[in-house]
């Protein structure tokens, strides 16, 4: 059943309502409901694919709060062929490994066993910090150990009524469609030699158990027996529909590609119901996530849309958060690139109203379902500052919260601020210094810039002695931005005197907040910016 939210209430109230009447119209409500999601690791691992394990993990949830028996499965394709190059080499440099599983191609980055082990243990990762615990099914453990033998074996000897319910939605000629029939088979065989999947099936014994095939590449002809040698795996909606059945599958969220007519759920609904006999799970409708410019994330982008990426630079909690206030059926966007700052600081907002008590029910809820489960900061910060402090320290964490700490108040010292702060820290660290945007990090300059100071008016030059002399009265940013101002205004400088202070700090016209810049900077390395030797 493929469901579209209608945008009756809060999104997982709807899908949970209209999924337990599904499962009881089909007799299977007091059964274990497993929620399931899956992919090939193929690839690097893009966020958008976040979308579809935290739609399950939150169904989930709310399952098990409404007292169901809920499970959430995620089916990694690692027995698929390795044929997606990654977009950090070219064909030509893995041309040798292309058609092998994707857990006998060696993982180029030299990190662990496999390329499929590299790409499935790094987005593992990402969804444990975002507080998702799915059971793993890892499909070239089920293949290799005989656990879907028997659907292998129905499979065939039902092969010609799969390739009826195949062909009818791929476009097929019925003079094409007859050519091809007899010599169908629903099978992807790995060859015994050059170990790829460039081959034919030539037949199926049913007394021996036996399958044979011709490998295209290499030339070998061999054989394997269904349920003790077998080096193969069943085609894609054949094996999707394999999964539902073996493990009762009730929930999947599905991308509106395959939820076409002919998309891979309707084929491989057909094949679970009329070949193996079985329900279809109730399939939710997820869109996609975009960036600026882009409609959907896809790796094709490469770096800036890695999982690995938006999990580094966000606090988990916010990661859920957009996960959870998007209904499903919309798409949305993220930026963090630039954008990054105004994701925290509406995220700071919403926890702001949350904690004052001026928020709708449906605000708590969400932002219990953002935190529930997930390290988050515990003393907030605005996340420009952290940049700040962290380009001003040149990285050094520690040198970096113990300015913070004078900046803001923080009672306390600087490691208990750390470690109020370190998913938040953390988080500016991995943006600033992993993802290329150290051009953000500030620069103080290392002596005084006398040719600067030459170019400034007398008045100008006064009101920077001024607030020399008023340094030590920096207790926290409003307390700068009140003397600043004040000298500004009773000098008559204004501008003048904040592009002069800019130019005496950092060598250039523009920079951060005055006031946030002075309170970061040490009061020595500040006086002999804004005075050098002058007397």
């Known amino acids: 059943m493929i469901y579209e939210l209608k945008g009756n209430g809060f999104w997982l109230d709807e899908a949970c309502d209209k999924l337990l009447e599904y499962l009881k119209s ?13 992919m090939t690791p193929s690839a690097p691992i893009h ?11 939150f169904i989930v949830d709310e399952l098990i709060q409404r007292r169901k028996k809920a499970r959430l499965v995620y089916y990694w394709d690692d027995y698929d062929h390795f044929c997606k190059v990654p977009y950090y080499t070219t064909r030509e440099a893995v041309e040798e490994h292309i058609g092998k599983t994707l857990r006998e191609v060696p993982d180029f980055n030299g990190c662990y066993n496999s390329y499929g082990e590299h790409y499935m243990h790094e987005f593992e990762k990402c969804v ?4 998702f615990f799915p059971n793993y099914n890892y499909q070239s453990r089920m293949y290799k150990y005989g656990l879907y033998a028997d659907r292998i074996r129905g499979a065939l000897d039902k092969r010609k009524e799969i390739f009826d319910i195949v062909s009818r939605s791929s476009g097929m000629s019925d003079e094409e469609a007859a050519q091809k029939r007899d010599s169908y088979y629903p099978l992807e065989i790995y060859c015994d030699v050059c170990g ?23 030339g070998h002809s061999g054989s394997y027996i269904i349920g003790k040698d077998f080096r193969g795996k069943l085609a894609w909606k054949v094996n999707w529909a394999t999964r539902w ?17 002919t998309g891979s759920y309707s084929v491989s609904s057909r094949v679970a119901t009329e070949i193996f006999g079985g329900h279809i799970p109730f399939s939710l409708l997820y869109r996609f996530i975009g ?11 490469g770096e800036k849309t890695l999982a690995t990426r938006l999990v580094g630079v966000l606090e988990p909690c916010i990661v859920r958060w957009l996960l959870v206030k998007n209904p499903p059926n919309k798409p949305f966007s993220v930026d963090i690139e630039e954008g990054i700052f105004r994701i925290y600081h509406e995220w700071d907002l919403f926890v702001d109203k949350v904690e004052s008590g001026q928020c709708s029910e449906l605000d708590r809820r969400i932002y219990d379902i953002s935190m529930s489960g997930v390290e988050f900061c515990k003393f907030r910060i605005p996340f420009r500052t952290l940049i700040i402090a962290l380009g001003l320290c040149e990285g ?30 953390n988080a500016a660290s991995y943006w600033l210094y992993e993802c290329g945007h150290v051009e953000n990090q500030l620069s103080l300059r290392s002596s005084f810039n ?75 390395k500040l006086m002999t910016l804004l005075k050098g030797d002058y007397k």
Request: aromatic share 6%.
């Open 245 to 261: 059945s073996v493990d009762g599958v009730s929930f999947e969220s599905s991308g509106e590609n395959q939820l076409t007519d």
């Open 450 to 524: 006398e040719e600067a100071w030459n170019s400034f008016s007398d008045s100008c030059k006064n009101a920077v002695l001024q607030l020399c002399d008023n340094l030590n009265s920096f207790t926290n940013e409003e307390d700068a931005k009140k003397i600043l101002y004040d000298i500004a205004s009773s000098s008559g400088t204004d501008k003048e005197l904040f592009r002069a202070l800019y130019l005496l700090c950092l060598g250039k016209e523009r920079g951060p907040k005055l006031a946030t810049l002075l309170c970061l900077t040490q009061k020595e």
């Open 196 to 218: 790829k999947d460039f081959t034919v099936t030539t037949e199926w014994n049913r007394e021996s158990d036996t399958v044979s095939y011709t490998c295209k590449k290499c």
């Open 128 to 131: 444990h910090k975002c507080g």
């Open 291 to 301: 960036m600026p410019g882009i409609a959907k994330v896809s790796r094709a982008q």
């Open 26 to 38: 089909i007799g299977t409500e007091n059964k274990t409901i497993v929620c399931a999601a899956g």
């Open 396 to 425: 050094n964490k520690k040198l970096a919260a113990e300015r913070l700490r004078i900046m803001t108040g923080f009672k306390g010292s600087a490691v208990e601020l750390l470690t109020a702060a370190h998913t938040r820290i």
């Open 47 to 57: 966020f958008g694919i976040l979308r579809e394990v935290a739609i399950t993990a």
